[in-house]
T-cell receptor
Framework: GAGVSQTPSNKVTEKGKYVELRCDPI?????LYWYRQSLGQGPEFLIY????????DSGLPNDRFFAVRPEGSVSTLKIQRTERGDSAVYLC????????????FGPGTRLTVL | GQNIDQPTEMTATEGAIVQINCTYQ??????LFWYQQHAGEAPTFLSY????GLEEKGRFSSFLSRSKGYSYLLLKELQMKDSASYLC???????????FGKGTTLSVSS
């Protein structure tokens, strides 16, 4: 696969449930980012990984949100006790080495919390 | 603080030229990015400016003035497929991620 892939493409869940969103970056890219995009807004930064470690998680809105990247490739964004306000498109991006490289985005996961 | 401003909407006709402006205020600066996003799709990279001046790439050009905190994206010979949202972004203070504007929705009509 040439690009960033994300699964699922759509996720509908009920308020209070737990969800996991997966991102598979471009092969060899060491930097990985999660963003959240609401309708009519630009993407909003959540967290940045360099390799396996979270280099900057200052964008995570609260402690219900958590992300991991255990082997430095695939990443999972985990949301506990989902709320209706969590509904958005969750975008993943990767870049070759560092945060100053061009970021390439995946198609996103549309999360709807009922 | 971090702030990116760009117009909400613009309209133009096929074959015309349009300029989308962006002003930014960032504590740290590592370059200015432009992305294109069609409805329901991922943002795709258009251009990156780190030095002052104009960068030309086919029908699209991007300009940066660091002293003025200003950039623009110039689209020439507009086509219907250019109808999309155009996102201006700059690196955050920590230099770890991008801060995006709300995007400019461009509608191209025949």
């Amino acid at each position: 696969g040439a690009g960033v892939s994300q699964t699922p493409s759509n996720k509908v869940t009920e308020k209070g449930k737990y969800v996991e969103l997966r991102c598979d970056p471009i092969s060899g890219h060491t930097a990985l980012y999660w963003y959240r995009q609401s309708l009519g807004q630009g993407p909003e930064f959540l967290i940045y990984f360099q390799g396996t470690g979270a280099a900057d998680d200052s964008g995570l809105p609260n402690d219900r949100f958590f992300a991991v990247r255990p082997e430095g490739s695939v990443s999972t964004l985990k949301i506990q006790r989902t709320e209706r306000g969590d509904s958005a498109v969750y975008l993943c991006a990767s870049s070759p080495h560092s945060n100053t490289d061009t970021q390439y985005f995946g198609p996103g996961t549309r999360l709807t919390v009922l | 603080g971090q702030n990116i401003d760009q117009p909400t909407e613009m309209t133009a006709t096929e074959g015309a030229i349009v300029q989308i402006n962006c002003t930014y205020q960032t504590s740290g600066f590592n370059g200015l990015f432009w992305y294109q996003q069609h409805a329901g799709e991922a943002p795709t990279f258009l251009s990156y400016n780190v030095l002052d001046g104009l960068e030309e790439k086919g029908r699209f050009s991007s300009f940066l003035s660091r002293s003025k905190g200003y950039s623009y994206l110039l689209l020439k010979e507009l086509q219907m497929k250019d109808s999309a949202s155009y996102l201006c972004a700059a690196t955050n203070q920590a230099g770890t991620a991008l801060i995006f504007g709300k995007g400019t929705t461009l509608s191209v009509s025949s």
